[in-house]
């Protein structure tokens, strides 16, 4: 009885992962076919070998067949060595499929697209989504303690406005953060007296406003939900252990550093999981405030590569894998770690 | 001699009085120093921007600033337009369409929560490799992105797609002639609706439903097993109302979600064909990007975004207390 329920759970559940997996699967297929066998039927990357006598006695050679003649006989391309001539032939071509992966799909994807490779693709992704999960985790832990621990006039109604703001989607902040960072270089300048604020920085981009590497992190390294989240972990830190830290001497910046952050890893894991994930993968901001290929993230490489070999399905696909294989790496080397942070990082109202 | 001081002078702490303020005062300043860093990015790229979406939408100009050489005044270029940006938008047939198609989109919300809740409930059994089968499934969520909306484009494709490949395999259609599925204005919006599901399905809405299931305590369902209760009363009256925080968390961040759906539509339809895939972030980024000058508008598509995100939200709110209320 017990049996039969766990077979029929087991045949939806298998069932649903051939769904999920099979885009995966189909997509990595394609992506080690060469040009010819691209709309081939079949997942393996496989070739056809065709080859033919061409004459009774002559050794079998590669040939590729141009059409049937009248008489019923082929006219063939005789594809070994120097003695590349056509013939007509009398006797029957043989076929043989065999796997023929073309891996080298792969460097012909990466570097493809002549002004920015995938090299310099993830090193911006991972440049910018690193800084900008450092400066969430910061600012966010600071912001936190002082909201779980501190005293002073005024905490609990800032605390509702940054509760507030976490139900503004970033879409509406969009446009004002967009104007704001376009009119900076030249305020600035005006400000100062110089004209340093719209140069441009020697690893790419502006030094300020858009089309820079400022517009790609500074923006999103302040995180309303993140605070929150710390928050309410810091909460349930026992006191105790910090006035035992406070009566050894410590300052408030020594005891979020020596008793409250250990005591934290899990929270400060979870926000920097996600906080990660979701620089690298953010598409519509940087769309929006980049210009110069040079600073250009994964994303808006992929959306220029499928503008540009829309056509050339195996390096499309090989592109898509570049994509989706660092995640999907990272997540399948630490899923334990996932899973855990997403159940901490639900924090319900 | 003011009360104050003669108050502290006679509970005999002299100095109390005079020590409480500037206390005040440090610990305001301590805690001003902790928040400012995450403070001053907030009030700049939060709440500055908040206030100002709705001072875009009212006004029109192209926003440069400046120090005018005559007066040395700043000055920025921006007019004030009243309702104009609203008016057009009201008579805009675009602005309707993306409307619907937006709302229409949203309609995976329902039916990914279901498809996860429904998954979670078959991992709570007694399911062999219970881990494996749950990263296989979170899979999509964490590939999500441009990379796997390329692949679903290719997937949709009418002469080489996956998809009408499997439908010729099985017979249903000719092949070669199966349907344009995103090339076709009445099946685009389907099609985007059941990638988004699958993406969907098993990922953080099914963790979240999973990690709640094992928190339901055994001994309901063995009393209830007492008193007879079937699959479906157990279901109806434990699992459920046991589930509902976890739901209307997932229901609230879905629909946030689900109001900014985007780069789906970049990458596969470019808001068309006829603008059938048109959703309301795809026309503001449309008016910010593709048309000059109408950053105004696309203020005022932001309004009405943020509006319909509030209500979802209070929505999803009034629905919940009205559920823990019923008895």
Redesign the interface.
């Known amino acids: 009885m017990k049996a039969r329920t766990d077979r029929r759970v087991l045949a939806v559940l298998a069932l649903v992962a051939v769904t999920t997996a099979t885009p995966f699967v189909w997509a990595l297929s394609i992506s080690l076919k060469s040009e010819e066998s691209v709309f081939s039927p079949g997942l393996l990357p496989t070739s056809t070998r065709t080859t033919a006598h061409l004459s009774p006695q002559a050794e079998e050679v590669p040939v590729r067949v141009l059409r049937r003649l009248d008489d019923g006989r082929l006219r063939v391309k005789v594809l070994s060595g120097d003695s590349r001539r056509i013939v007509d032939i009398d006797g029957p071509v043989r076929e043989e499929r065999r796997l023929d992966p073309h891996f080298e799909n792969y460097p012909r994807a990466w570097t493809a697209y002549p002004f920015l490779s995938f090299g310099r693709a993830y090193l911006n992704s991972l440049v910018v989504a690193l800084l900008v999960t450092l400066g969430q985790v910061v600012t966010s832990a600071l912001a936190a303690y002082a909201f779980a621990r501190l005293r002073f006039w005024g905490r609990d109604v800032l605390f509702f406005a940054y509760l507030a703001t976490m139900m503004v989607p970033g879409a509406v902040t969009l446009i004002p953060t967009f104007v704001l960072l376009k009119n900076m270089p030249d305020a600035l300048n005006a400000l100062l007296g110089t004209d340093w604020f719209s140069r441009d920085l020697v690893v790419g981009g502006k030094v300020l406003g858009t089309d820079s590497y400022f517009a790609l992190i500074a923006p999103r390294c302040f995180s309303a939900y993140g605070t929150f989240m710390l928050r309410q972990f810091f909460l349930s830190v026992p006191r105790e252990l910090e006035e035992a830290a406070v009566l050894d001497g410590c300052g408030s910046l020594g005891v979020l550093r020596h008793v409250v952050l250990p005591l934290s890893r899990p929270a400060l894991a979870t926000l920097a999981i996600f906080t990660f994930m979701w620089a690298w993968g953010d598409f519509f901001w940087p769309l929006i405030v980049t210009r110069s290929d040079e600073i250009k993230t994964l994303p808006l490489l992929l959306q220029t590569f499928q503008g540009q070999y829309g056509a050339q399905w195996n390096l499309l696909m090989a592109a898509s894998v570049m994509g989706f294989l660092p995640m999907v790496g990272v997540f399948l080397l630490g899923q334990r770690q996932f899973i855990e942070g997403i159940k901490l990082g639900a924090v319900k109202g | 001699m003011s009360a104050l001081a003669r108050a502290s002078s006679a509970s005999g702490a002299p100095s109390s009085a005079r020590r409480a303020l500037p206390r005040?005062l440090a610990?305001?300043a301590?805690?001003?120093a902790?928040?400012a860093?995450?403070?001053l990015?907030?009030l700049?790229?939060?709440?500055?921007?908040?206030v100002?979406?709705f001072?875009?939408a009212f006004t029109r100009g192209d926003?440069?600033?400046?120090?005018d050489p005559e007066s040395g005044r700043f000055f920025?270029d921006a007019q004030w337009a009243g309702v104009h940006w609203f008016r057009v938008l009201w008579a805009d047939p675009r602005f309707w369409q993306s409307l619907w198609n937006t709302l229409f989109l949203m309609l995976s919300v329902p039916i990914q929560m279901a498809l996860a809740l429904g998954?979670a409930l078959?991992?709570n059994?007694?399911?062999?490799g219970r881990?494996a089968?749950?990263?296989?499934?979170?899979?999509?969520t964490?590939?999500?992105?441009?990379?796997?909306y390329?692949?679903?484009?290719?997937?949709y494709n009418q002469d080489?797609g996956?998809l009408n490949?499997f439908l010729a395999a099985l017979g249903i259609v000719a092949p070669g002639e199966g349907p344009d599925w995103l090339g076709d204005p009445a099946l685009a919006k389907p099609a985007l609706l059941v990638m988004l599901v699958?993406i969907a399905?098993?990922g953080?809405n099914m963790?979240?439903y999973l990690?709640a299931l094992q928190d339901v305590p055994r001994s309901l369902y063995e009393a209830a097993a007492i008193d007879g209760a079937g699959t479906w009363d157990r279901f109806r009256h434990i699992t459920w109302p046991a589930l509902r925080?976890?739901t209307?968390?997932i229901l609230t961040t879905n629909l946030?979600g689900g109001?900014?759906i985007?780069?789906q539509v970049?990458?596969m339809t470019g808001g068309g064909p006829e603008g059938a895939t048109t959703t309301l972030?795809y026309l503001?980024?449309q008016n910010?990007?593709e048309y000059e000058g109408k950053?105004g508008y696309?203020?005022a598509l932001?309004?009405v975004?943020?509006g319909l995100?509030?209500a979802a939200?209070f929505a999803t709110w009034l629905g919940n207390r009205g559920a823990r209320e019923a008895p």
């Open positions: 005040g610990d305001l301590r805690g001003l902790f928040l860093p995450n403070f990015g907030f700049l790229f939060t709440a500055v921007p908040v100002a979406i001072a875009v926003y440069t600033t400046g120090v920025i998954l078959l991992l059994q007694r399911v062999p881990t089968w749950r990263a296989l499934l979170f899979l999509p964490v590939a999500a992105g441009l990379a796997l390329m692949v679903w484009r290719q997937i080489h996956l490949g699958w399905m098993g953080t963790v979240l990690a925080p976890t209307f968390f946030i109001v900014q985007f780069d970049l990458v972030l503001i980024y910010v990007y950053l696309a203020a932001s309004v975004l943020f995100v509030l939200t």
